[in-house]
């Protein structure tokens, strides 16, 4: 009895070591990745090598831009653009366009029921009559004066009354026309035209609301806003505040490409028109204008939009190529890329390397437009090399 007792415990304990002897077998050993060759500055993988899959390959693109990825915002043309006031006062009995109405020149924006008008039409109407009659009495006085029936200064008078009322008919007509009107028409109600083909940008009048004319204050829209804004939007106007070390590769003239978030992939063509003539003195920057083709009027005016300014190839030489930032890396004080000799096969190249912009940097010599650059994973092959360095 007390020999069982005490080999129980020594089994049990027997027992427990055995099971943790097999919970922990080590794992059959897995399979190390192929080893890469190493031939100086080049790396070799065979073919389907899983390091592959971490590396990303980018074409290098020629570098055409004097001024690339700079921020600018589109506005309306200001030489296609106008800013319309009512030139006279009265009420508003009818608003004939609406904001995105297309209209054409003379088309008809809105009835103003205006005092002012009526007084024009009067004055046109009276200065007419008074013309007619001195020119019967002009005409009775000169016959007069042929039958000896008259003094020659009766006829002076006559015929400068005559002219005088040609002139002030002259005035009359002329104001009526000045405000739309038609000396020979009916017209009642004053009609608010467009003076240009375009579209109406902006509306600031409705029916009911009283106009004046001094609401123009010369035209300062910061205290007045005129009623309607009429432009033609098959061009925009372009702003872009570029950097003083831009200035120089700037010029009127040049090629603009446009491109917005709202049309991912599309390009829209302009050019430069206008390059300020002083810097900005609390940014540094030098503004720049432009002209921007808007087919379909697709752009809008206040959009924010990514510029890049072409420069003249014919005046400019060493442009190189542009690659992703993360494909250039430094070894000082040589920078270097990696580029795809063949499928799997990379050699580290030293490159001469321009300032970043946007995630892009310039290689202005070392690499050639088209070659292969790895733009994700130079880091990961470098480490490969540096055993053999």
Known sequence: MTRTTATLPRLL???AAALAAGCSRPAPPTEAPPTPTVAGNTISYPPGAPQLAYLTVQPAVARTLAVAHLTGRLYLDDDHTVRIFTPVAGQVTAVDADIGSEVATDAPLAEINSPDYDQARADARSAEANLAAADKAYAREQDLLQHGAAATKD???AEA???????????ADGRLRLYGGDPAGN???YTLRSPLQGTVAERNINPGQEVRADQMLANATNLFAPLFVISNLDHLWLQVDA???DLGSLQAGLVVRVRSDAYPGEVFAGKVTNIAPELDPSTRAIRVRGVVDNPGHRL??????SVDVVRDEAKVTGAGVEVPAKAAFRID???YVFVQLAPGKFERRPVTLGPEQDGRVPVLAGVHAGEPVVAEGALLLESVLQPAD
């Open 161 to 171: 009354a005559f002219r005088a009322a040609v002139a002030e008919r002259d005035r």
């Open 333 to 335: 004080p040589q920078d």
């Open 300 to 305: 809008k005016a206040e959009m924010y939009v």
């Open 155 to 157: 006829v002076e008078a």
């Open 187 to 189: 017209q009642a109600i």
């Open 13 to 15: 304990v027997w027992s």
């Open 243 to 245: 950097s003083e070390a």
